[in-house]
């Protein structure tokens, strides 16, 4: 496909920005174990900019607002989204609070246990959002995620629903959601797990996934997207559910795929595209993502997603 010949709607990213610190070990420590010969490095992470930063490299244009500290971590996140060619004009600088971090151990076996300092992330506010108007008024779709306080998700949904925005919810991390939220979605993209826990359905086949979307669809969501790990996703739209398979292929670190699914399949629609298109593009981006190790790290390119079969 020819890219360049693309038409290509405004994207707007509300969301989170971390940095995960991980240290690699032969086992997890006891309470009061040191452990010593690890191996340490950082990866770029938060949910939010794992999915700017894959709509960047997929050819989206697209507004990233998020909030770091006035640290060393967030001068990084700032220079790097630039990097990236994404828009930064809203990324916010909180003197008060530090950038989000999480510190992560893996052992041999890939077990891991992770904490999570939110950070400034946690005070990304409705009052930053309100000097983000113009960002909202200029996009024709936003994404966003839960890892910014819900209060923030639901002022912009009601902001952008009133202006006719297309808004896309990835439910993550799984939380229960308000139901004036739910009326203002264009789309939402679920996991298994969090699908259960905003519908009370529990998925254990095609059957059950496909009543989980209908519950949500029944409580006001325009369209249903359930991510179904190696399955694929189930796409549930004017009474008609459909699954879409994945791509198969050896994966070797799955960090990141759901927010390479959302990225793609966001990019996809800017680009006119319909849900089934969509999905199929999203499933492509993130069967190459769990082929590569890291988060963002992971995120295809789009010549890389166009030409992969």
Known sequence: ?????????????????????????????????????????????????????????????????????????????????????????????????????ALITVDEKAENCIVVASGANANLLPSDLAKAEEAIELADLILMQLEVPMETVCFVADIAWQKGKKVILNPAPAHPLPADLLHHLYLITPNETEAEMITGVKITDDISAVEAARVLSGMGVQHVIITLGSKGALICSDGEAEIVPALKVEAVDTTAAGDVFNGALTVALSEGRNLKESVRFACKASAISVTRVGAQSSAPYRNEVDIFD
């Open 1 to 101: 496909m020819d890219t360049t010949q693309i038409s290509r709607r405004q994207i707007l990213v509300v969301g989170s920005c971390n940095t995960d610190m991980v240290i690699k070990a032969a086992h997890l420590p006891r309470p009061g174990e040191t452990i010593l010969g690890g191996t340490f490095f950082m990866n770029p992470g938060g949910k939010g900019a794992n999915q700017a930063v894959a709509i960047a490299r997929l050819g989206g244009s697209v507004t990233f607002i998020c909030k770091t500290g006035s640290d060393i971590f967030g001068h990084q996140s700032q220079q790097l989204f630039e990097e990236e060619g994404i828009n930064t004009s809203y990324v916010f600088s909180d003197s008060g609070n530090p950038s989000g971090v």
